[in-house]
């Protein structure tokens, strides 16, 4: 049963990754962001589940701070650049170079 | 059952000081008017602050070492001696910040609150004793650092700077996760010490499983100390960010992941295992890929900022290799050459800073016919840039000799000869700084400003321990040597 919610997982976290590689608009690299954080926290509940121990739950409830802050601060950098430039494609916006 | 929380707080005396400290900045800034100039009272405590965390440090030095908070910190010579190191940089980053013109007026209380929170973060980072300390350092570490990268709020490169330090931070940190959940899924525990009592007994289906994982570890790490392959926003947010900021992270979340490095690979790899074969060859191997790519790079810039930033980056493979001789000696040069880069890097930006405050651009040509004009800075710049390079007698002749004489006691000497080979690169973008600036004619004879009276008395102070280090060297040598690791 619980080897459902591992590839699951590992689902949501190659997605998430694959994404944030290939995707050319700055939200939907944050919600690949997300999304691979997600899958991280399913893994760690899982394994935590199995093993019976909680502290890496505790890691869990971290986690889900610590990315809802870089959200934050990644959108509002977002903001930041889209007033400058009007766009938040990464094509667009590359300025500093060699 | 009942846990007395505040049981160790004695020993966590630096980072309460610190965190008082941020807070009461935050609330001193609004008792300021959003125009006002000189916010002088702000300065006094950013800097009372951190020279009562230094003293508080220094008090905790010659305490014995300790875990404390369920074995979730570990206060131990080693973490204090880089802790000291980093309250140093800070310093003289904030100092620079006061005068510098690349940070508005008005965003300069910001950049010491966010400094005094990153080296929460450093703290936090080089005594992280168990995987959820650790992640925590490092994310106190990074998002701060996005804030700090895109302070210029209205230039675009600075903007363009600080998404892409978070972007590439946070995938980092994704990547880290993913290896850390895997390490808890096979290991069972977070602790560090638990995880290296079960290395030497791994099973090979384990080792499968965990060779990738720490792989993805070093990610975390590796990213925050801009090693190859994750050192891609190194030289842009490095050139976006405003100066005080680039040497604000060219010091501390550099030397913070260095600590989490030496400290892991300390505990994970005492016994000689298939994991540790590993481990040490992937330090190896990203070691002389940082150097090398690091100084390459860094001959055809056009930039001083870009180029110190390339030669951050090789200056952290130096310190790599003197992690994988994991020993007393390795730890002891790594040390070493933490405290000599500190100093170094100061004086280089510093200068470079001043200059670029004048001109509006840091090109190398700015600095041309430099000591016709300011024969003193010149020279402290030749200095520095003859250290950076590593001649004797200067100190970072002796940083490198360390590294290398203990790659060569550990057999690794493959990897001493790419260092050594490594020097003679970085001589040529180093000294071409220094032929600028005696050789070639001055572009003009204007003032520069920020050379002052106090300024230059600033940045010979921090050159002096560039000779002293060169010359006198075991004083400290004695020092870093006794900043031992304590595992528990």
Not at chain 1, 23 to 30: A, E, G, T, Y
Not at chain 1, 59 to 66: P, Q
Not at chain 1, 84 to 90: E, N, V
Not at chain 2, 65 to 74: G, K, L, V
């Amino acid at each position: 049963m619980s080897s459902i919610y591992y590839y699951l997982a590992g689902f949501l976290f190659t997605l998430g990754l694959l994404g944030t590689i290939f995707k050319k608009d700055l939200i939907s690299i944050l919600l690949c962001l997300e999304l691979m954080m997600g899958g991280v926290s399913l893994l760690i509940i899982l394994f935590s589940r199995s093993t019976g121990l909680l502290d890496a739950q505790l890691l869990v409830f971290f986690m889900i701070i610590v990315s809802a802050c870089e959200v934050a601060i990644g959108l509002s950098l977002i903001i930041a650049l889209h007033r400058k430039k009007q766009t938040i494609y990464t094509d667009d916006i590359k300025i500093i170079t060699e | 059952m009942h846990l007395n929380y505040l049981a160790n707080i004695g020993r966590y005396i630096p980072e309460v000081i610190l965190v008082l400290l941020m807070v009461g900045l935050i609330i001193l800034e609004a008792t300021y008017k959003e125009d006002e100039k000189n916010r002088k009272y702000i300065f006094i405590a950013t800097l009372v602050g951190l020279v009562a965390t230094l003293g508080a440090l220094i008090a905790n030095m010659s305490g014995k070492a300790e875990a404390i908070f369920s074995n979730s910190i570990i206060i131990d010579q080693f973490s204090t001696l880089i802790k000291m190191v980093m309250v140093l940089g800070t310093l003289a980053a904030i100092y620079l910040s006061r005068f510098s013109k690349d940070i508005y007026e008005s965003l300069k209380t910001e950049f010491a609150i966010m400094a005094v929170g990153i080296l929460i973060g450093g703290f936090l980072l080089a005594s992280a004793n168990n995987m959820l300390t650790f992640y925590l350092g490092i994310e106190t570490l990074s998002i701060l650092s996005y804030v700090m990268a895109a302070l210029k709020k209205n230039d675009q490169r600075s903007s363009e700077a600080g998404l892409k330090y978070a972007l590439y931070g946070g995938i980092s940190a994704g990547l880290m996760l993913f290896g850390m959940s895997h390490i808890f899924g096979v290991l069972g525990t977070i602790q560090f010490a638990g995880v290296a009592k079960m290395i030497p007994t791994l099973t090979s289906a384990q080792l499968a499983i965990l060779m990738p994982s720490f792989v993805l570890l070093f990610a975390g790490i590796g990213y925050k100390i801009a090693s190859v392959p994750f050192h891609m926003w190194s030289p842009d947010v490095y050139e976006g960010s405003p100066t005080p900021v680039t040497t604000f992270f060219a010091i501390v979340p550099k030397l913070a992941g260095i600590a989490a490095l030496i400290r892991i690979t300390a505990v994970f790899f005492v016994v000689d295992s298939p994991m540790k074969i590993g481990w040490i060859g992937l330090l190896i191997v990203i070691s002389a890929l940082t150097m090398t790519v690091g100084n390459v790079t860094a001959i055809g810039q056009k930039s001083v900022k870009r180029m110190l930033a390339y030669s951050s980056i090789s200056h952290a493979g130096i310190m790599l290799a003197g992690i994988v001789v994991i020993n007393d000696v390795g730890i002891r040069s790594v040390v070493f050459y933490g405290i000599t880069y500190l100093f170094m890097t100061l004086v280089a930006f510093y200068i470079t800073s001043i200059v670029q405050d004048k001109y509006g651009n840091d090109h190398f040509d700015r600095f041309s016919g430099l000591i016709y004009r300011y024969p003193f800075m010149a020279v402290m710049m030749a200095v520095v840039m003859f250290s950076l390079t590593g001649l004797p007698p200067l100190a970072g002749f002796v940083a490198k000799y360390n590294i290398i004489s203990s790659l060569i006691n550990s057999k690794n000497y493959a990897l001493a000869i790419v260092l050594g080979l490594n020097s003679v690169v970085s001589a040529y973008y180093y000294l071409k700084i220094v032929r600028l600036m005696t050789l070639k004619p001055q572009e003009s004879n204007e003032e520069i400003e920020g050379f002052g009276f106090l300024n230059q008395m600033v940045i010979v102070s921090m050159t002096v321990p560039v000779f002293v280090l060169g010359i006198f060297w075991e004083t400290i040598m004695n020092l870093a040597a006794g900043a031992k690791l304590f595992i528990q």
